[in-house]
């Protein structure tokens, strides 16, 4: 049931997402109260409910008279712009429903099948992936514009977006050298993404009165693939006969856009087989007017850009990467047992995801150097040191100076990225945007290398 009537006290777009006293039909969406209000995200979202809601056909309630005329029992979301906060008289318990979307809410490669695409990707071969149905999908109606029945979903999502495979080639050049491979790597494939995707665009043709290679272009596929690959959510594997072997798991929550990213709070979110919705339970409680969050995950910053394209300040799950070139850059050239420690690291999964963190160095790092810097004749030791045991005061000492000084030459190495960073943006206003995010990677990545640093010099102490 959708409800609509002024605030007496602001006017703001609020969503009630509650526990109903009316028995909800099985089909509509948890959102009871939608109000009037100014903001451009919310009014959009406004159109998309009271459009969604028409087609699904759920009961309306308009009344600019008076208050909403929906039954709200303790506690109601407000969404101002894109976030949503809490609104209620106790506070939210762990383990209650922030939000439940049935599965007719839901856009999936299933909608894309019973809509006017159907019968080209039925008939295609090689069967489309559900990816490219979903892309497709999201092209075209795009390109209807006020024709789309989605096209208040649409507008609501970002013209461009900010993933490393969008930024200039320029851009990609500044990010460290880890994310730049994957940005490099994750362009590829979506290049050849298009690639092998132009024969069925042009079989399309017959839809439209333009040009295909006009509306399907590199960069409105490109817009649809960070569409998906930011915002869809997982549901169980699905096989159809029309679609390729691919996993189909992904799934657009509209409503879910109103919900932003935080590292510091958990929620459990899974389509509920008995209910045939998708649903986002808070294990975080929630005072009165805080914004909700919910959790992509405990992914550090370089992944966040990577997939999402923005950084987390103070995120508790970010980290500094070290390569296995800089492990060793400072690791005596004499050592004749080096090859074979790089070997036993290989085998044993210690040559990668070595990190500082907020709290110092890895267990992984140091335990990584602590095997490089064994002695000649402690060599032997090396299966105590991966099972964390202490060979000599002289390995523990050797390995933390090592680590200090990795940690100090990644500290220049931030600190003369910043200032190019920096001199780039004087330069270069069209790109502001775009470095002024790579600037926040490389600024959160010197706060986590000082923090290290810290502890390093404490640790030291204790062999002084």
Request: a positive charge; glycine letters at 4%; one cysteine or more.
């Amino acid at each position: 049931m959708i409800c609509l009537g002024p605030r007496r006290c602001s006017r703001i777009y609020s969503l009630c997402l509650c526990f109903p006293r009316y028995r909800k039909r099985a089909d509509e969406p948890n959102i009871l109260a939608v109000e009037t209000g100014f903001h451009r995200v919310g009014q959009a979202s406004l159109e998309l409910l009271t459009s969604r809601s028409a087609r699904l056909g759920l009961p309306k309630c308009w009344d600019y008279k008076h208050e909403p005329l929906c039954l709200v029992q303790s506690f109601c979301l407000f969404a101002i712009g894109s976030t949503i906060s809490w609104h209620k008289k106790v506070q939210k318990q762990e383990g209650q429903m922030i939000i439940s979307l049935p599965e007719s809410c839901l856009l999936t490669a299933d909608t894309v099948i019973r809509s006017y695409l159907g019968a080209y990707i039925t008939q295609w071969k090689p069967p489309p992936s559900p990816l490219l149905a979903l892309c497709t999908f999201l092209v075209s109606e795009k390109h209807a514009g006020d024709r789309s029945l989605w096209k208040p979903y649409l507008e609501i999502l970002p013209k461009a977006y900010t993933c490393p495979v969008c930024l200039e080639p320029e851009v990609v050049n500044l990010l460290p050298k880890s994310l730049k491979a994957k940005a490099e790597e994750q362009r590829a494939h979506v290049q050849e993404f298009f690639a092998s995707s132009r024969d069925f665009f042009s079989s399309l043709q017959p839809l439209f009165v333009e040009a295909v290679d006009s509306i399907f272009s590199y960069s409105a596929l490109l817009w649809a693939w960070c569409t998906v690959n930011t915002r869809a959510v997982y549901l169980r594997p699905r096989q159809r006969e029309c679609l390729s072997a691919e996993p189909d798991t992904c799934a657009l929550a509209p409503y879910l856009d109103l919900l932003n990213h935080s590292p510091h709070v958990q929620v459990k979110a899974a389509f509920n087989e008995e209910t045939h919705s998708y649903e986002i339970r808070t294990t975080s409680r929630w005072r009165k007017h805080e914004e909700v969050f919910i959790c992509y995950g405990p992914h550090d910053n370089q992944r966040l850009f990577l997939e999402y394209g923005f950084v987390s300040v103070h995120n508790p799950h970010a980290c500094v990467y070290v390569s296995r070139e800089i492990l060793v850059k400072y690791l005596p050239s004499r050592d004749k047992q080096m090859d074979k420690k790089i070997s036993i690291l290989k085998d044993h999964g210690y040559i990668e995801n070595l990190t500082f963190g907020w709290d110092g160095p890895s267990w992984r790092l140091l335990t990584a150097l602590k095997l490089l810097c064994l002695e000649a004749e402690k060599f032997t030791c090396w299966k105590k040191v991966l099972l964390g045991e202490v060979i000599s005061d002289t390995n523990e000492k050797t390995s933390l100076d090592i680590a200090q000084k990795i940690c100090y030459y990644f500290m220049e190495e931030t600190n003369a990225m910043l200032q190019k960073v920096s001199h780039m943006k004087d330069e270069k206003e069209a790109l502001i945007n775009q470095l002024t995010l790579v600037e926040s990677l490389w600024t959160e990545e010197l706060k986590i290398l000082r923090a290290s640093a810290k502890t390093l010099h404490s640790l030291q102490t204790a062999f002084t």
